[in-house]
């Protein structure tokens, strides 16, 4: 059975830094592609970040270069994803991803399994 479980989520203000964790057992951490997707209030599940198979291909959307970086620990099947410089617009809950598909950008119909997610809330 495959389980993704997040942590790290919170409260934090604007300018400041969290940092989330998925914790991933029943699958071969390496044989998947990872993913952050996040999902505002009234918006779509968006993809933020992302690592290939490998771990050598790591994709990021615009609006979080240069703040956020996606990490891995493959040793503890564990994905992180470190926010810095924080902003109100961040707000969402965030999400883990795993998928068996091999591609530049997972859509949210390409992820076979999907954490709970965690609240990630910054305020102004």
């Known amino acids: 059975q495959v389980q993704l479980v997040e942590s790290g989520g919170g409260l934090v203000q604007a300018g400041g830094s969290l940092r989330l964790s998925c914790a991933a057992s029943g699958l071969t951490f390496s044989s998947f592609t990872m993913a952050w997707f996040r999902q505002a209030p009234g918006k779509e599940r968006e993809l933020i970040t992302m690592f290939s198979w490998s771990g050598v291909r790591i994709y990021y959307v615009d609006f979080v270069k240069g703040r956020f970086l996606i990490s891995r620990d493959n040793a503890k099947n564990t994905v992180y994803l470190q926010m810095n410089s924080l902003k109100p617009e961040d707000t969402a809950i965030y999400y883990c991803?795993?998928?068996?598909?091999?591609?530049?950008?997972?859509?949210?119909?390409?992820?076979?399994?999907w954490g709970q997610g965690t609240q990630v809330t910054v305020s102004s």
């Open positions: 991803a795993a998928s068996k598909y091999n591609v530049k950008t997972l859509k949210p119909g390409d992820v076979d399994y």
